[in-house]
C-alpha cells in the first residue's frame, strides 16, 4: 500500500518567514495530493491540493509543487503569520478503488513567532 | 447543516463496554470517511462509503470495530468490547459527488479507562 513520509515533524519560524514542508510517497500510482491544516482541536482542514497533471499550484501565500519522477511533494507558506500556527498535514491518494482514501503523513507542527 | 457534525465530542468508558460514534455528513455528500488519529499521530484510515457501494472496510483494525451508514446519510462507528488502545479521537470526513477533498468534523475524542 501506499506510504507517505512528512519531513520536518517540527518547524519554527519567524513572522514573516517562509516555511516548507516536504513529502514523499511510495505509490507511482497516486495522482491527488491535498494537504490540511489542524488547528488545536479541531478536524483537519483542507487549505490546497494538487493533481499529478500539475506540477505547481498557488492561493495566495501558499503553494504546492509536485515532483512525480522523484514522488515527493512540498508544501510552501510565505510571509508567515501567527495564526498560520498550527499542525500541517499532507496526504496521497491514487485512483481507481483507492478513489477516495488518503494515506496521511505524520504531521508536522509548525509554530511562528512574532 | 453548514459542516460535518460528529457526536458526542468527548466520551470516557469503561474497558470492555461497547460504544457508539455518530458522525452527520454535509448534505449532498456522497462519500464519508472515518479515520482515527492517536496522540500526536497521524490520520489512520478505517472505512470509507461511496454512495451504494459496498464499503471499503480495509483500515478496521479488528472484529470489534464495525460501521454502516443509514439511508445514504449518517454513519454510526461502533467499538466492541473497548480497549486501552482505542483511545484516540475519531474523525469523520465528507465529499462531495466527484470531489476528492474531504471536509472534516472536530472528531469524538474517545478515552477508554
Known amino acids: 500500500g501506499e506510504n507517505v513520509e512528512q519531513h520536518p515533524s517540527t518547524l519554527s519560524v519567524q513572522e514573516g518567514d517562509s516555511a516548507v514542508i516536504k513529502c514523499t510517497y511510495s505509490?507511482?500510482?497516486?495522482?491527488?495530493f491535498p494537504w490540511y491544516k489542524q488547528e488545536l482541536g479541531k478536524g483537519p482542514q483542507l487549505i490546497i491540493d494538487?493533481?499529478?497533471?500539475?506540477g505547481e499550484k498557488k492561493d495566495q501565500r501558499i503553494a504546492v509543487t509536485l515532483n512525480k519522477t522523484a514522488k515527493h511533494f512540498s508544501l510552501h507558506i510565505t510571509e508567515t503569520q501567527p495564526e498560520d500556527s498550527a499542525v500541517y498535514f499532507c496526504?496521497?491518494?491514487?485512483?481507481?478503488?483507492?478513489?477516495?482514501?488518503?494515506?496521511f503523513g505524520q504531521g508536522t507542527i509548525l509554530t511562528v513567532h512574532p | 447543516g453548514a459542516g460535518v457534525s460528529q457526536s458526542p465530542s468527548n466520551k470516557v468508558t469503561e474497558k470492555g463496554k461497547d460504544v457508539e460514534l455518530r458522525c452527520d455528513p454535509i448534505?449532498?455528500?456522497?462519500?464519508l470517511y472515518w479515520y482515527r488519529q492517536s496522540l500526536g499521530q497521524g490520520l489512520e484510515f478505517l472505512i470509507y462509503?461511496?454512495?451504494?457501494?459496498?464499503?471499503?472496510k480495509s483500515g478496521l483494525p479488528s472484529d470489534r470495530f464495525s460501521a454502516e451508514r443509514t439511508g445514504g446519510s449518517v454513519s454510526t462507528l461502533t467499538i466492541q468490547r473497548t480497549q486501552q488502545e482505542d483511545s484516540a479521537v475519531y474523525l469523520c470526513?465528507?465529499?462531495?459527488?466527484?470531489?476528492?477533498?474531504?471536509?472534516f468534523g472536530s472528531g469524538t475524542r474517545l478515552t477508554v479507562v
Open positions: 494538487i493533481r499529478s497533471n500539475v
Open positions: 496526504a496521497a491518494s491514487a485512483g481507481g478503488t483507492s478513489y477516495g482514501k488518503l494515506t
Open positions: 462509503f461511496q454512495g451504494n457501494s459496498a464499503p471499503d
Open positions: 505509490d507511482s500510482a497516486s495522482n491527488y
Open positions: 448534505s449532498g455528500h456522497t462519500a
Open positions: 470526513a465528507s465529499s462531495p459527488p466527484g470531489r476528492r477533498g474531504y471536509t
